[in-house]
């Protein structure tokens, strides 16, 4: 009991990072209807800048340049080479998304190597002490910022000019041209704030108790992939919830590994995925998605 | 066809919009637009008139900047709005020069409040006083939009949404409204009030390009009036002046200009064969019964019957929104209705899978051409085929004796009914390069190919122009003679049902509001109603 207790306060707090991560996604998809694939990327970039510069800004000046970077390289993405491709369908767009994650994550690993990076955070290996249960503070601070992230978000999604716009082009692209609303630029918006949450995300994806910012860093934050497609690639709630859930059942699955060893090792990687078919087996738009209808 | 009045009202000087010899493309392909002029008066209501495919959204498209978001460019002419040259500018630039375009269908934001569509109609104004102050006077000019403020846009009723898409509009103090079909499947009481709002935001000095297929109402309202066809302006003058001509009141009733009906009859199919021993599907009898179709609290369908005699052509007809696709849909599968049954013969189609629909030889055209571009026309054909075909993946891929057998034989047929509908000549080309109108060709064509007994054609003529017309209605006769199928269409266009229907039935929100003759439908109240709007007691002075 104490272990279960235990996994599902480290599950839902890593649900939190991976909320953030797979926020970016959505936000992105709605602006723009492309699927990010270079958000891992950007995320690696994130995390890689806070790490070089953590020793000359300090911590948080690090963090705010990471924040910066990633989401200046998104913007980059978005203005330099998708908006160019005019009168490409979003699946092509999507294809190149994967093309510049290639790119991106190949000069990386090449500035990086086999070393792995400290990300200089003042939380360090501590661990807090909740009753009788221990969380690495990292975790808390994580879940901390993710929530206030989320909520100021959420916040500025419903009531700010920003997010009525956002939430108009969303909805109905040409509508939202024909009001005056500058497509352009709510996609630019929708990739800054992506690329920043992906940096935030890329920092608590590297602290205590992972081991530090590495190459593959990349990869495995793609786990928040499938969490915003259960959750319904087009919805906000779907991708906290889907974070959450997918959170909770890495953690539970890593920590009763022996429990399940039947199954073999390294279930907690699959996981993700295999949670995802089922929803998506059950529900097909995800939890909170929008069902798609086209009209014949 | 003859400009009304022969200076009309490109000479006037005090225009605030002209637009001149406007020529427009979609995707290099369809010219939507061909030498359009129309211009607009400072302060006046500019009705523009037109069937579907004529071009009316494009014009507007054109003017507000998004005809880049529909793949579609300005080929030559010119915009200008007070001086300024609007080609090329985003939407945007064109909204913050005091132009805002309604789109068709109202396209409110249904997942957004009230409060909050109008708040996105404001965003391009920076002054928050100035945003306050529009929104008071959308409130005074809409009072059931402040009632409702906080409510999600998708639960308005049709008209309230059309309030909110008009409000939206003029949150942003537009000095020229945009309107694009706003009475589109409203009841006529609404679309009177339509017309009042459009007065009231004029009379606060807002000039107007109203866009209507419900003429009656677009001419009441409007001082000056154009008539889109085919992307050209086939009529042009003063309102007055408009409702007055024969071909107004014919192009929107099909009442032909005085004359009886002279028209040829298409010849009537010889009684169907019992044809089952080609292994074509035998040709039955098609039974609604109280078909009632609802989408969320919207009744598309509400208890509509009808009887599709065997070998006949039965048309049905009825302005936007009056449930004819979803009608056809229905018919072919692809909805399931909420209750009420559709028999074929002995065979009840509804609760089947469109595939086993088609299985019994039920073959469908779509309104918005549904081929491959890139593929010949010989392989759209043949795409038809594919029910019919046994030849699986690897006996092909290996061309085994019974695949190639098999192949040419389905060629032969696919030449056939390139035959059947005047294709021959373009079997090798891609569909891609063909006009429109071959296009709904190649569309009769694939759907032939199925060797059906009952064909459905959804809007064969949208967007053709009389003589595509004419070819298309002698096609669809010749294809019924030929075969002796059934043939149920879909259309706007009533010269065209009128001439080739054997019986009409007539829907209007769902209802069934005649069934018939052409004759008899032609001088069904109900009917003329339906098509020109307004109240009962004002129909005559509509007509």
Known sequence: ?296 | MPTLTEEGVNGLTDAVLHVRDLSVRYAGAVRALDGVSISVTEGSVVAVLGGNGAGKSTLLRAISGTLGLQGGAVEGGEVTFRGQDLRGRDPGTVVRSGIVQVPEGRRIFGELTVEENLRAGGLSVRDRGARSRARDRVFELFPRLEERHRQRAALLSGGEQQMLAIGRALMSEPELLLLDEPSLGLAPKVVDRIGEVVREINGQGTSVILVEQNAAMALAVADQAYVLEVGRVSLSGTAAELADTSEVRERYLGIPGGDTDDRPHPPHAPAPSADSANGRPAIRELDVEALTVRFGGITALSDVAFRVEPGSVHAVIGPNGAGKSTCLNVLTGVYAPTSGTVRYGDKVLTGLRPHRIARLGVSRTFQNIALSPAATVADNLLLGRHRLSRAGFLSTGFGLPGARRERKREQGRVAEVAGLVHLDAQLQRPVAELPYGDRKRVELGRALCADPALLLLDEPVAGMNPDESEQMSQTIANVRAELGISVVLVEHDMAFVMRLADHVTVLDFGERIADGTPAEVQQDPAVLRAYLGGSPDSQEAAG
């Open chain 1, 1 to 296: 009991m104490n272990q279960f207790v235990e996994l599902l306060i480290s599950g839902l707090s890593l649900g939190f990072v991976y909320a953030l991560i797979a926020l970016g996604f959505v936000i992105i998809f709605k602006a723009t209807r492309v699927v990010n694939f270079a958000h891992g990327s950007i995320l690696l970039l994130g995390a890689y800048v806070v790490a070089r510069t953590h020793g000359s800004l300090g911590f948080a000046g690090a963090v705010l340049a990471g924040v910066l970077a990633a989401a200046l390289c998104a913007v980059i993405v978005q203005l330099v080479i998708l908006r160019r491709l005019r009168g490409a369908t979003t699946d092509t767009l999507t294809i190149v998304t994967i093309g510049i994650d290639i790119l991106l994550a190949t000069e990386l690993t090449r500035r990086i190597g086999t070393k792995v990076l400290n990300i200089g955070d003042p939380w360090r290996d501590h661990v807090v002490h909740l009753g009788s249960f221990s969380v690495p503070s990292a975790r808390v601070a994580a879940a901390v910022v993710a929530i206030l992230v989320l909520a100021a978000f959420t916040a500025a999604f419903k009531y700010s000019d920003w997010g009525v716009a956002m939430r108009s082009a969303a909805e109905d692209a040409e509508g939202a041209a024909l009001m005056g609303i500058r497509l352009g630029r709510v996609a630019a918006g929708a990739w800054a704030v992506a690329g920043a949450l992906a940096a935030l995300g890329g920092v608590f994806f590297t602290t205590f108790p992972t081991p530090g910012v590495q190459a593959t860093v990349g990869l495995s934050a793609l786990t928040a992939f499938p969490a915003a497609i259960l959750g319904g690639l087009d919805s906000v709630t779907g991708a906290v919830v889907g974070g959450l859930i997918i959170g909770v059942v890495t953690t539970m699955t890593s920590g009763y590994q022996d429990h399940i060893a039947f199954l073999g090792r390294g279930l907690g990687d699959v996981v993700p995925y295999v949670v995802m078919v089922l929803v998506l087996l059950w529900r097909p738009s995800g939890l909170f998605g929008t069902k798609e209808v086209t009209r014949v």
